[in-house]
């Protein structure tokens, strides 16, 4: 086996694990911050790590087209080209060609699409993906798939899933297999429950050293999405992590881990660091409002962020209303710490065998709201 | 004396000097990093002071816009408001006032602008100034002055410094006294040798802690700067930290050493971080030219950032292009870094008695331009 998995603990359907890769272990269930273009957007990598994150994502689709997996290559691979030692998981390129790029033309073989940066020309398949996620030099491969958009018919689903599941075929026979490193097998299918079987079946027939659940948090809400995390997970493989792509808000999370799910990326909390938005224990807080004009108050009581830590709203807020690049960095910062100090303490609860009272917790504050303006 | 400032040593006209401040001891020559807004752009803290800087320029006239001098003072001055617990210098606010603002009106009283923000009506005055320096509890406040435009008539040279001259004399008689707090004069007099003259003998009978040479940098070039420095600083005290606003670029910064001057404040590294561009001791390059794409080697060779200990040239020109945050976050603080050690070495050389030996040194290696490409 490429990839050790232990789950040490479970409670209900969630799972305490440790994920051994080449560059270190990750502890689930896991948060992954996105690292697009080989930088988590207005943070030094140090500060990600200070955040207690043991994993970043990075995106193939943007890497490829720059500044190219051959320079990556050349310069070392990914980690050590941006300063971050520890693991690093890929995707496949096949979400942002759908999403991104122009002019695509999708075959059995692959797909032609034009860079959405300078009209170039590329090809993504199988075979070429694994190709790139290897210069890269991911911990964690994922398979080239086709992502659904919601709402689709059924019959373009499982057209859909059934490519995805042969090129998964394909992705696992490309992939060169060595100690610590491993590649994960896509489950598609939109929101039909027998085309997630189907899916799982064949992603467990290749074998894989980990379980995506692709295809969700694209717009279906989380109602929907939660009625396909209630049965999508337990088809996959109970040794392996799951990995529910691209989500999501932090009740997402939670009611995703509750439901089985050991790993999670999103673009939340460094694109809110980017628009104002800050996520707390009582909610959103939108920095930018006049009512923390002159807020003496941290951000988030107890909270050791930077931000936190040294800094009023009202500062936060007056660096926002002059567009200064700290807002972002600090702000940043205190969302990728948010979200890591949600997975600590989900881990945390797990361990010490108390979720039930950290979820009913999480949820009551939430619901409370930010505190009260002065 | 409000301030106290000492001369450790002396190498022709250069001087190595101790200024003590309310929030700690100044080492000059000194340079200070610009914080326009309550922040050095794109920098934490903490980063500034690990570059070696132990004081920071304040702006008036954007605080006073924004957030406001009295929110400033509630949340406990500009210390405490952006986390700096080191020595502040700020300006008076008058020379934006005459480079941003719209619809000035000048008159003995003072000065009526509009906002360059929102177009809103401020009136700035040395006694407004001063009140307003107080609420920002700036160790250093600045005489409320004009700055002439370059090139100017001497008629209007000599009216505005003798404007300039009583505005000085209402500064100091509005500037509340107090340990460890200081005000500085502003020479003006442009170009005009025996304006300067007048001007620095108004000042010396009004007496100030540190006197500043204001109205260089202004279009004039350096081979003019030079000329008036050649001159300017013996006019002022000797016992005295003197100021050269505004200045420079890091050839500017070592001709003024050598002419005598302590003091330096410049938007130039941190302006430069956001347009590509880095100084080191070979100069400068833009990190944007395509020669740096496959480049592996540091920025330069020696320097201890974060950027040349950690990246290679290679990933700051990808960040460039893709023009993520982090190139931003990674060039200002290497250039602040430049031009602290720059400050560092001007200090090391003077108190070893080795300052031509620097300063040659200094030349040679900015004439040999950057490392060629691979």
């Not at 709402?151 to 490519?163: A, G, H, L, N, V």
């Not at 707390?280 to 988030?300: F, Q, S, V």
Request: charged share 25%; net charge neutral.
């Amino acid at each position: 086996m490429a990839l050790e998995f232990e789950i040490l603990k479970t409670s209900g359907k969630s799972r305490l694990g440790k994920l051994h890769t080449k560059h270190g272990v990750v502890n689930t269930p896991a948060f992954m911050p996105v690292g697009t273009c080989g930088t988590v957007k207005a943070m030094m990598p140090e500060s990600v790590a200070q955040t207690g994150a043991e994993i970043l994502l990075g995106n193939t689709y943007h890497l490829m087209l720059r500044p190219g997996a051959d320079l990556v290559e050349k310069m070392g691979g990914l980690h050590k080209f941006m300063n971050w030692d520890k693991p690093i998981l890929t995707d496949s390129g096949g979400f942002q060609v759908m999403s991104l790029s122009a002019l695509r033309k999708i075959t059995e073989e692959g797909v032609t699409f034009k860079s959405h940066v300078d009209g170039k020309k590329f090809f993504l398949s199988p075979e070429e993906s694994m190709k790139i996620q290897h210069k890269l030099d991911s911990d964690i491969t994922m398979a080239f798939d086709e992502c659904t958009p919601y709402p689709c018919t059924y019959k373009r689903c499982q057209d859909s899933m059934r490519m995805s599941m042969r090129w998964a075929e394909r992705s696992k026979k490309a992939f060169v297999d060595r100690e610590g490193y491993g590649i994960f097998g896509i489950q598609q299918g939109n929101v039909f429950k027998d085309l997630r079987e189907e899916s799982a079946l064949a992603l467990k027939k290749i074998g894989f050293d980990g379980y995506a659940i692709g295809g969700l948090a694209i717009g279906e809400g989380q109602e929907k999405m939660f009625e396909v995390l209630d049965y999508a997970p337990d088809m996959l493989p109970k040794d392996k992590p799951r990995y529910l792509m691209g989500v999501g808000r932090p009740d997402d999370i939670v009611g995703a881990v509750l439901r089985g799910v050991d790993m999670f990326d999103c673009v939340m909390p460094t694109r809110s660091g980017r628009t104002s938005q800050a996520f707390t224990k009582y909610g959103t807080i939108n920095i930018r409002n006049a009512r923390h004009r002159e807020d003496p108050r941290p951000l988030e009581e107890g909270c050791d962020c930077p931000l936190c830590t040294h800094y009023t709203r009202a500062y936060i807020h007056h660096l926002q209303k002059c567009n200064e690049v700290l807002a972002v960095m600090l702000l940043t910062w205190h969302n990728v710490r948010y979200y890591e100090r949600l997975m600590q303490g989900l881990r945390k609860a797990l361990s010490e065998d108390k979720l039930q009272d950290y979820v009913a917790e999480f949820y009551a504050n939430q619901q409370k709201g930010d505190i009260p303006a002065l």
